[in-house]
């Protein structure tokens, strides 16, 4: 069978992967000269590796990781020291560290251990906890009506935890806060890493995600006879007179004939091309309910290192959320005499909630952050500003808010030769990498056994 796959991201590369290795023949078409889509990385012309956002591979990521290991990438990540890491004023750092115990001991004691949360924080979050560590996915869809806020407080958990605990894992999670995200993603989340001790494991690539994976994605897909082609964005479809597709046509007129089409491009993406007919079925109707989170990834490269901490970090009351030096994350990157770096920290940055930083120019941006930087890392105020890049993503992951978890749609379309992957449609994990990796994973699945019939 041939199948045209449109967008280069984690999902479309998944999809790919899993049709060439059933011996189909695949064409896989993404509008930009990079592929890896939000993950992707490109250098600039000093030769610095500038990523679309950091990206940090859970232990909880088994679809993802098990694609690296097919593609070959299995050693291109490292694990970092098991806890969340919160940066405080004046080079201080508050450790919620996972107790050495199966879960949910490994957390409870871990968290009864933290000094960051009171006592009425602790025995609080013990109680809100429970249900979530005992709800399954029904329960989990139940609770999508309402903010995580919400939940929290109707769970009689604290304020305080609320504020120093997960405002910054909804902020990492979803770019957004507790009190716009759905409680379903978060008490998801929960449940995950209250349950499986290695699921809140974090790695960073080795490199960067576009060398340590979306590179080794690509070489695969490509040796086992599939066709990527760059610059190569879907305009429109042609369709027959039953609804399905004819061709699809590119932004240049060329068009591209197949016996099944996967589109994995962004929701906001996929839209645009949908023809008016097929609005009829509310499938394609419901896809404009979804509304991206806006994002700003912002890299810095400092003379001299401001940090000696090689995982990630999380921050509160700063511009950024997450962040982390991947002069020492990334050990075969952002070295010394590679590019701009000097031997000094590299910071890289996620900026969230980012809807007031999209309208401002870069350097206010690059001064804000740094404002932030000289707070909480007391070294850099020594330190020279050798370069800062920053990436702005208008609609990255689509906003978890409440109610549009229903929305999310099935990777079988009602169009007969059409399939959707792409993080945002129904998988059992977030927006994220691995959901994007399940989704790429269930399209091409669902494609083979419904096209097969
Ligand atoms: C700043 C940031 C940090 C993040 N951090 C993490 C993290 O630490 N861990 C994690 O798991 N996830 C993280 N994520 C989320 C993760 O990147 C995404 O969920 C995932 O990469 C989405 O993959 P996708 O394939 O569904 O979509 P995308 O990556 O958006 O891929 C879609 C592709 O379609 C292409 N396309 C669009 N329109 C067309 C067209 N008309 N024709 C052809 N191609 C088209 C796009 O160019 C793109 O390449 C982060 C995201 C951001 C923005």
């Not at 604290?158 to 009190?179: D, G, V, Y």
């Not at 993080?423 to 096209?451: N, P």
Request: hydrophobic share 40%; aromatic share 10%; glycine share 6%.
């Amino acid at each position: 069978m041939k199948i045209a796959i449109f967008g280069a991201g984690v999902a479309g590369l998944a999809a790919a992967i899993e049709l060439v290795d059933r011996g189909h023949t695949v064409e896989l078409y993404e509008k930009r000269k990079v592929l890896g889509g939000k993950v992707s990385v490109w250098k600039d012309s000093d030769g610095d590796s500038i990523e679309s956002g950091l990206h940090i591979v859970f232990g909880g990521y088994r679809q993802l990781q098990e694609y690296l290991k097919r593609v070959g990438a299995e050693k291109n990540y490292l694990w970092k020291e098991h806890s969340l890491i919160y940066a405080e004023s004046d080079g201080k750092q508050s450790y919620f560290k996972k107790a050495n115990l199966p879960s949910p001991w490994a957390e409870v004691v871990g968290g009864m251990q933290t000094d960051f949360l009171t006592l009425w924080d602790k025995i609080s979050l013990i109680k809100e906890l429970f249900p979530a560590l005992a709800g399954n996915e029904e329960y989990f869809r139940s609770q999508d009506h309402m903010t995580y806020s919400e939940w929290h407080h109707l769970r009689g958990a604290s304020e305080h935890s609320l504020q120093k605990l997960w405002r910054a894992i909804a902020l990492a999670m979803n770019f957004i806060e507790p009190n716009v995200i759905s409680a379903r993603p978060m008490i998801t989340i929960f449940k995950y890493f209250g349950t499986d001790y290695a699921a809140t494991k974090f790695a960073f690539f080795r490199k960067n995600p576009g060398e340590s994976m979306i590179e080794p994605m690509r070489q695969y897909i490509q040796s086992h006879g599939g066709r990527i082609f760059v610059d190569a964005r879907l305009s429109r479809f042609e369709l027959n007179s039953d609804e399905t597709i004819k061709h699809a046509v590119l932004h240049d007129g060329h068009t591209v004939e197949a016996d099944a089409y996967i589109s994995a491009l962004p929701v906001h993406n996929l839209t645009k091309v949908i023809p008016n007919e097929w609005l009829q079925h509310k499938y394609f109707r419901n896809l404009h309910e979804f509304t991206g989170s806006p994002v700003v990834n912002c890299q810095l490269w400092l003379d001299r290192k401001i940090t000696d901490t090689d995982n990630l970090m999380f921050s509160q009351g700063t511009i950024f959320a997450t962040f982390a030096d991947v002069s020492l994350t990334c050990p075969d990157d952002f070295q010394k005499g590679t590019g701009t770096a000097d031997g000094g920290s590299v910071m890289s940055l996620v900026l969230a909630p980012a809807h007031q930083l999209m309208g401002l120019p870069n350097d206010v941006i690059t001064e804000l952050v740094m404002k932030d930087i000289h707070d909480r890392f007391p070294k850099s105020r020594d330190a020279k500003l050798l370069k800062s890049t920053v990436v702005k993503i208008p609609q990255s992951v689509y906003k978890a808010v409440p109610d549009v978890d229903k929305f999310r749609p099935n990777q079988i379309s009602p169009i007969r030769n059409l399939f959707l992957a792409g993080d945002y449609t129904d998988q059992h994990y977030l927006a994220s990498m691995e959901g994007a990796a399940l989704s790429g994973k269930q399209a091409a699945e669902k494609l083979l056994k419904t096209m097969d019939r």
